[in-house]
């Protein structure tokens, strides 16, 4: 059972656009959501992250909005570019097991020229 | 070194031999995971050590699969009577402390398994 649903699956976004990608989960004991960068052959790398104590986080062009009566969130992307292309994971870390992350199964991202 | 080393950065072998994958964290990082990413797949948690002791190591897929970490540092996982489905991208990450905050991953190693 996918305890974190990832969606879409895939993305395509014209240069400027904005994209969106959306998390939901289900474990009310999540208390940390990091959302992960992945370039082919490279290992993820965490974007931005967010804590349930706030409902939106913004760093440079990335923002994270988070709903937590809904048990959504999301990532936003603005003024999308082509080196913005890459996976993304979003990931939601359980306290109460182990602090165990649990992730998303990720959104490959391309941004048209 | 300045980021999460891991080596090889591709491996080939023959089914049912032995493979052994190398991780060296970033100095100082006290907690080390290892993950498996197989083609289009999220990413499936294997072990993580805290120190050299491995609180966790359900997601260890079965016991041809093993992890051991010795110093503090460096880490190797090793799978034995290697399958075909243990092909896959294994991901090396380390972090300060053992609170899955802050996660640094390395290249990853890619494994065929023929």
């Known amino acids: 059972q996918q305890q974190v649903k990832q969606s879409p699956q895939s993305l395509i976004v014209q240069k400027g656009g904005i994209s969106i990608i959306n998390c939901a989960y289900e474990?009310?004991?999540?208390?940390?959501f990091p959302w992960y960068q992945q370039f082919p052959g490279k290992g993820p790398a965490l974007l931005i992250a967010?804590?349930?104590d706030v409902s939106e986080k913004k760093e440079g062009r990335f923002t994270i909005s988070f709903n937590k009566s809904a048990k959504q969130f999301s990532l936003h992307i603005m003024d999308s570019q082509p080196g913005d292309s890459a996976t993304y994971f979003c990931?939601?870390?359980?306290?109460?097991?182990?602090?165990?992350?649990?992730w998303g199964l990720g959104t490959s991202l391309a941004v048209n020229p | 070194g300045a980021g999460v080393s891991q080596s090889p950065s591709n491996k080939v072998t023959e089914k049912g031999k032995d493979v052994e994958l190398r991780c060296d964290p970033i100095?100082?990082?006290?907690?080390l995971y290892w993950y498996r990413q197989s083609l289009g797949q999220g990413l499936e948690f294997l072990i993580y050590?805290?120190?050299?002791?491995?609180?966790?190591k359900s997601g260890l897929p079965s016991d041809r699969f093993s992890a051991e970490r010795t110093g503090g540092s460096v880490s190797t996982l090793t799978i034995q009577r290697t399958q075909q489905e243990d092909s896959a991208v294994y991901l090396c990450?380390?972090?300060?402390?053992?609170?899955?905050?802050?996660?640094?991953f390395g290249s990853g190693t890619q494994l065929s398994v023929l």
């Open positions: 990450a380390s972090s300060m402390i053992a609170t899955n905050e802050k996660l640094f």
């Open positions: 100095s100082g990082h006290t907690a």
């Open positions: 050590f805290q120190g050299n002791s491995a609180p966790d």
């Open positions: 474990n009310t004991a999540f208390d940390y």
């Open positions: 967010i804590r349930p």
């Open positions: 990931a939601a870390r359980n306290a109460g097991n182990n602090r165990k992350l649990i």
